[in-house]
């Protein structure tokens, strides 16, 4: 007789999640709050649906694709005007803090620009660092998909970061 394993809780699953989730969110739109409002929002939706998302063999998978879909779906995150910030935990440097923040505050308006799937593909491959394979899946594309919006997406940051250079 086999034994079956016990499905994790949905608060044992947030705790272990949660902070992965958030990164996650703050790597798609850009800024702490509107990720914490994304999270938040799935985190809701999951609570509803626990029973049925318990039983699949990744949860925490099943919600980080959660929250890239909200991210996708939200139309209301880029009507505004808000400023791009972002503000990762960093070890101190002696490096000019100045010229960081500049850098930092220039990639995150350079990413906002790109359309939200690019974005989204940019940050699950290098951010999350997977696979086409896996992304694709995530977002439901083929593999090819995926190549070829990541492909547009570093020719359009190419192409702004050449345009700053002659300015």
Do not use: C
Not at 12 to 20: D, F, G, L, Q
Not at 67 to 86: P, S
Not at 117 to 141: F, H, N, T
């Amino acid at each position: 007789m086999s034994e079956v394993e016990p499905a994790l809780s949905y608060v044992e699953v947030v705790r272990a999640n949660e902070r992965r989730l958030l990164r996650l969110g703050v790597m798609l739109t850009g800024n702490e709050h509107t990720a914490e409002d994304l999270v938040q929002t799935v985190l809701a939706r999951a609570h509803r649906k626990w029973g049925r998302i318990s039983r699949v063999g990744r949860p925490e998978a099943y919600l980080r694709t959660m929250v890239v879909n909200e991210f996708l779906g939200w139309r209301r995150l880029r009507k505004n005007n808000e400023l791009l910030l972002a503000e990762p935990i960093e070890l101190p440097t002696h490096d000019d803090i100045g010229l960081r923040q500049a850098q930092r505050d220039a990639t995150w308006r350079l990413l906002a620009k790109l359309p939200r799937k690019q974005r989204a593909v940019l940050v699950l491959r290098y951010y999350e660092d997977l696979p086409d394979a896996e992304i694709a899946e995530l977002l439901g594309v083929a593999a090819a998909t995926v190549r070829s919006n990541a492909a547009r997406a570093l020719a359009t940051l190419r192409e702004h970061l050449s345009a700053e250079e002659t300015n």
